[in-house]
Every structure is written in C-alpha cells, then in structure tokens.
C-alpha cells in the first residue's frame, strides 16, 4: 500500500480521502500497527486504483 501511495505521489491524507478512511488509521496499517479488515482492504484499493489482491502480495522491499 505504501510503495503505491508513494508511486501516484499521494500522501496518507490524499489516499485516506480517496478510500473514505482515516488517515491515522491507514498510518497505522503501514506501519504494521494495526491490522486491516476485508472491507477497508478493499476501500483501499479502489482508492489507488487497483485490485485487492495485489495489495495483499508481499513486496520485494
């Protein structure tokens, strides 16, 4: 989600409001903090303009 985010050049703010979520909220998903429901996954994605499924795979960095 992070390397995404980062690659349209959004902040946390950007895509929180893209998605219709918290932006302390998605802060904390990327830092492993807390984890993310199916629903928010997929609110996520919508938001970045992408699938689900390929935030749930693993990246190589």
């Known amino acids: 989600m992070r390397l995404l985010r980062a690659e349209k050049g959004w902040s946390q703010e950007r895509l929180a409001a893209e998605a219709g979520l918290n932006r302390t909220y998605l802060s904390a998903v990327e830092r492993s903090e807390q984890n993310i429901s199916i ?7 919508e938001g970045l303009g ?12």
Do not use: G, M, P
């Not at 992408?50 to 960095?61: G, I, P």
């Open 39 to 45: 629903d928010n996954l997929h609110r996520v994605a």
């Open 50 to 61: 992408v699938q689900a499924f390929s935030l749930l795979k693993k990246s190589d960095t």
